[in-house]
């Protein structure tokens, strides 16, 4: 019996009308590669638009929600130690101001009806007819803004 040549087999490929044959050299060349020359699948890491904006607000947020503490911290520090001289501006420098109530002269007066008055002391200054000022304390002088700020470390 002659015995045939093994036909080389045969690929099938959507985009071409008529099938692949490998030849046999190519099939034989296959074979003696060795196993180190194999080669595998490569990972590809595609860095799009999205990525580095993403990566850019990360960065960015990490060194603000540093950077603005220290900045604060470091203001604290210099304006503690420069003096403070500017006069408070709603008591004008004095620490006190005019009562609301009574506006400053110590008495309120009420009328009762049928002509007659009642005069008596201020319950809001109790006849001072002026209150030490909330801004400043007392002391007549402005109080830096983060002076006036009280921190509470509530942990």
């Known amino acids: 019996m002659p015995v ?6 045969r690929l099938q490929s959507p985009f071409i009308h008529r099938p692949i044959t490998l030849s046999p050299r190519l099939i034989s060349a296959r074979k003696l590669r060795s196993p180190a020359t194999t080669s595998y699948p490569r990972i590809k890491s595609e860095v799009d638009q999205n990525t580095v904006i993403a ?12 950077g603005i503490p220290v900045f604060y911290e470091t203001q604290i520090d210099n304006a503690a130690k ?7 501006f709603p008591c004008n420098g004095t620490g006190a101001q005019k009562c609301r109530l009574c506006v400053g002269s110590g008495n309120v007066t009420v009328e009762l009806g049928g002509g007659e008055k009642e005069v008596s002391n201020c319950i809001n200054c109790d ?3 002026s209150l030490t000022c909330t801004t400043c304390q ?11 700020r009280e921190f509470k470390d509530d942990d």
């Open 4 to 9: 045939s040549a093994p036909s080389p087999p």
């Open 55 to 66: 990566i850019s607000v990360g960065v960015a947020s990490v060194a603000l929600g540093i």
């Open 82 to 88: 420069r003096e403070n001289t500017q006069p408070c």
């Open 127 to 129: 006849g001072a007819g």
């Open 138 to 148: 007392g002391s007549g002088v402005q109080p830096r803004y983060l002076d006036r």
